[in-house]
């Protein structure tokens, strides 16, 4: 009783509801009487189909892109069809590339023969590819249209020259800690003639007697450049002001006086849309010129102690479609109230601003809330001037502010408790070392509005001063990320153009504060 017959017999035939195609837990084919509980969910997952052969190899492969990169990695391993599917399938592959890479390349991109975007990074520790791997990468790779290299210190002038001629479809180039120069460069100008993005970090190869770059055929399609930490960055100025089609320009870190560039710059190509000037050599001069490019949406000026009101007004009064404005004034003084009223008054599309090291008052922050209606982001870092009265301000009028972020300000739990009522939209609150507010409020405010996501840290105060800026981290949306981080310099000779570099600008040893303002947001 409660035993199946002893006869075997076949089960009806079921259908696979879709909850149960991709899965391995196979049906039965017969039972017998002394079958218990357990051996039958054993024998449930031995014998029967895998319906993953219904799939195309296409479909299965769009399911691949869809897993980490280790577990992609393991489910090559399951069978020799996910293993071809897997290979034919990846697009990004990224490689540890030191030299004793070169014997396995020819087998790599036999089995990974449609990547498209390529990384390969080094350690300092380590001897990186040479110019015959990165030729080799280029003959065995040729749908390649995205390029970053990392640390490869042994790839020469000849060895990118090489490779750009064989990479006529590169479209992004990324290079970081490399050893070629200006003559690499400009082959890749001249043979990558879709590039449109290029980002080049502490390139060592280029020095004061270097050629200039861009000088001669450059591609039309480059809409991005980025350059970081490089010690003769005017080299790259005929390149930023052929390029006419350029809508992206970051500049970080780089020595010399940028003015000039930027003046031609403006005369000649007004589509810019997206400027970040970080730590670098620029005067109110240069920003009535970047004034010029009345499609500017973005504006970042980091650590810039040369500009003051009268540049940023410029700016305003021409740029009306601006949408983001980070200033870090580090505490000069110059950019205030002049230039925020400015701003304020010129561009109404406002929809983020980061002000750190500046001094605001009641009069700049009422015109902010006032005209720029658009408002939703809003950082005050490391003021002096933001009390409870301007608080209060920014609580009554910034009726779309969806996000405010407070770090290092002197106000008080009376100024943080009119969020109660004030700024409807607000979603979130992050409060970084604000002494005059306590855990208390914090939590008392995360009561009265529950829908409100409220960051409380009472951390120490950390001086904004010139060797060490407040601690951050750096978020990337580009597929080669442009991070903000310290400069690194390796000890050297005091003759080395490097110790100059690290003598004259210490300061660039601290990390931006601008980063970590948004980073989880």
Request: aromatic share 6%; proline share 4%.
């Amino acid at each position: 009783m409660g035993q199946s017959s002893s006869i075997p017999e076949t089960p009806p035939q079921r259908e696979a509801s879709p909850s149960r195609r991709f899965s391995f837990k196979q049906l039965p084919v017969m039972s017998t009487p002394d079958q218990n509980d357990d051996d039958s969910d054993r024998s449930d997952t031995v014998d029967g189909r895998d319906y993953t052969l219904d799939l195309p190899d296409e479909c299965l492969g769009i399911i691949f892109h869809f897993l980490g990169s280790g577990d992609r990695k393991r489910s090559s391993l399951v069978c020799q069809r996910w293993l071809r599917v897997d290979g034919e399938h990846r697009h990004r592959l990224s490689l540890n590339a030191q030299a004793g890479i070169l014997p396995f390349i020819p087998c790599i991109f036999a089995r990974f023969d449609s990547v498209t975007k390529l990384a390969l990074r080094c350690d300092r520790k380590s001897i990186s590819i040479d110019d015959d791997s990165l030729v080799l990468i280029s003959v065995r790779c040729r749908n390649l249209t995205r390029l970053k290299l990392r640390g490869c210190r042994e790839i020469t002038d000849l060895g990118m020259a090489a490779f750009a001629q064989n990479s006529e479809g590169l479209k992004k180039l990324s290079v970081g800690s490399c050893m070629f120069g200006a003559k690499a460069m400009n082959a890749v100008l001249e043979h990558c003639t879709a590039l449109e993005e290029l980002s080049v970090k502490r390139l060592r190869g280029i020095h004061d007697a270097s050629e200039k770059i861009g000088a001669g055929k450059t591609p039309t399609t480059l809409k991005s450049i980025c350059l970081k930490e490089i010690l003769n960055g005017q080299c790259f100025g005929p390149l930023i002001v052929s390029s006419k089609n350029l809508k992206t320009l970051k500049l970080f870190r780089c020595l010399g006086d940028w003015d000039r560039v930027l003046e031609m710059l403006g005369n000649g190509n007004r589509g810019l849309t997206e400027i970040h000037l970080e730590r670098i050599q620029v005067t109110d001069l240069g920003l009535s010129a970047i004034a010029k490019c009345s499609n500017l949406e973005i504006l970042h000026i980091v650590k810039a102690p040369e500009c003051s009101n009268f540049g940023l007004i410029c700016v305003a009064e021409n740029c009306k479609l601006l949408r983001k404005l980070h200033i870090d004034g580090w505490r000069t003084n110059r950019i205030g109230d002049e230039g925020l009223i400015a701003v304020a008054r010129d561009c109404p599309e406002i929809q983020e601003l980061v002000l750190i090291g500046v001094n605001p008052t009641s009069s700049s922050l009422a015109a902010i809330a006032s005209n720029c209606k658009k408002l939703e982001r809003l950082a005050l870092c490391g003021s002096g001037t933001i009390g409870d009265d301007e608080f209060a301000c920014i609580a009554a009028k910034c009726v779309a502010l969806k996000k405010l972020c407070i770090k290092g300000c002197p106000i008080s739990n009376v100024g943080l408790k009119t969020l109660a009522w004030g700024c409807p939209n607000l979603a979130k609150i992050k409060v970084k070392k604000c002494k005059g507010v306590s855990g208390e409020v914090a939590e008392w405010l995360r009561e009265r509005r529950g829908s409100l996501t409220v960051n409380w840290d009472s951390g120490e105060m950390v001086p904004l001063d010139a060797a060490a800026g407040l601690s951050g981290g750096v978020e990337s949306s580009m597929e080669f990320p442009l991070d903000h981080v310290a400069v690194t310099i390796a000890p050297s000779s005091s003759n080395n153009p490097l110790a100059l570099f690290r003598t004259k600008f210490g300061f660039f040893s601290g990390r931006s504060f601008v980063p970590c303002t948004f980073r989880r947001w």
